[in-house]
Structure formats: C-alpha cells, structure tokens
C-alpha cells in the first residue's frame, strides 16, 4: 500500500506571497492532519480534516487554512508568508483519527518551505 | 507549556546494548501514546503505541512501558543497532482528540 505523499518536496518563496502544499493520504484513511515541524518549536499540530471538514484546529493565526477533497486528498494554504513561516510541513493520515489506535498517524515526507 | 516532554535532547549507546529513551507528560486525560523515529529530510516513522488500559506493548526489537501514576513512558530499544541512529519523537493523544501533541525529540546515536 503507498504511503503519504506530498508536493512538493521543496519550496521557496518570498515575504507577502502564499503558498498551497498538497497531501495524498493512504488510500482507505479518511482523516489527514497538518504539522509544522520548527527548530525551536518542535512539531506542532496546525488542523486536522476529516469528510472535507475541519474537525480539529490548533493555535495558528487565519493565514494558514486547508482543504480536504471528496478524495480524501488535503491542501494547505498559507496566505502572506512570513519569514518565521519557514519550516518543514508534515501531513498525515489515519483511518478516523480518533479513538486509540484508529489515531495511529502515518507521516508524509513532509514539504520543506523556506521563505524569503 | 509543553503537556509532553523529553528531557533529554541526546542519548549515546553502543551496539547491542540496550537503549532507553524517556517521555513525561502532564495531562492525565491522554490516553493513547506513540513514538516515532526521524531522520532528516524525512516524515517521522510510526514505531509502536500503547493505549493507557495498558502498561507494556512490544514489537521486536522495540518495548515500550508506561506508567500512569508516573505520567512516564519509555521506550526500549534491544539489541541497539547502529542504523536505529535518529530522533525519536514521543506524541500524545486525547481520546476523542485528534491531534497528537509532541515532545521534543531525543538524538539517539548507536556506535558499532
């Protein structure tokens, strides 16, 4: 079975522009999540959708939002980048994504973003 | 504040030996636990879980215990190989949450 995937891989922009990152989860799992992995942060959760809708979100401002297609597939978008936005963003999927083992997350790649 | 926490940034083993990473946490309504293994460049790898009705799971190589009136789990790696050399990422889950809150990492480095 294929893994997660995301795209790209890498990507660089500068202050003031947005960026849109894809997500293909496992085939079969219908819950995709969002992390941003920093140095001095660590990896933390940005939101989590489920049947195209957001069920979960965590502490970041408006500018970064996301999608979920009728596929399953994800996107997330950061509107009017910052330089503090640089980071390595990780999606992951899993079967429901709630209850036990059902949250037993899978990581893409990730997509390393770096702002200009 | 961070709910789940690894205290050591780095670890060094030799080969064969056992490894042995820790992870605190403050929130005793989490009730599923993971870890997870990093290289760079690259998503971290799921390794092993426990759910909190439990206090041992094992997988091979890889045991992992927990201790709930502790707020402690660990996980233990035996025998310690040196391409087992990564981060490894403790994360936490709420029962009805979705997402998993992550410690720090610990730099695991295997010597042969």
């Known amino acids: 079975k294929a893994g997660v995937t995301q795209t790209p891989r890498y990507l660089i922009k500068t202050r003031g522009q947005q960026v849109t990152l894809s997500c293909s989860p496992i085939?079969?799992?219908?819950?995709v999540s969002w992390y941003q992995q920093t140095p001095g942060q660590g990896l933390q959760f940005l939101f989590e959708?489920?049947?195209?809708?957001?069920?979960n979100k965590g502490n970041f401002p408006g500018r970064f939002s996301g999608r979920q297609f009728s596929n399953s597939r994800s996107e997330m978008n950061v509107s009017t980048l910052e330089l503090g936005d640089s980071a390595l963003y990780l999606c992951?999927?899993?079967?429901?994504?709630?209850?036990?083992?059902?949250?037993?997350?899978?990581f893409g790649p990730g997509t390393r973003l770096t702002v200009l | 504040d961070q709910q789940v926490k690894q205290n050591s940034p780095s670890l060094s083993v030799q080969e064969g030996r056992i490894s042995i990473l820790n992870c605190d946490y403050t929130?005793?309504?989490?009730?599923?636990f993971l870890w997870y293994k990093k290289y760079p460049a690259e998503g971290p790898t799921f390794l092993i879980s426990?759910?909190?009705?439990?206090d041992k799971n094992e997988d091979g190589r890889f045991t992992v215990f927990l201790n709930k009136s502790a707020k402690h789990l660990s996980l233990h790696i035996v025998p310690s190989q040196p391409g087992d050399s990564a981060v490894y990422f403790c994360?936490?889950?709420?029962?009805?949450?979705?997402?998993?809150?992550f410690g720090k990492g610990t730099t695991l480095s295997v010597s042969s």
């Open positions: 426990i759910s909190s009705i439990k």
């Open positions: 994360a936490a889950s709420l029962q009805a949450g979705t997402a998993l809150i």
């Open positions: 992951a999927s899993s079967l429901v994504g709630t209850g036990g083992f059902r949250n037993t997350q899978y």
């Open positions: 959708y489920f049947s195209e809708t957001q069920r």
């Open positions: 085939s079969g799992h219908r819950s």
């Open positions: 929130n005793s309504m989490f009730d599923y």
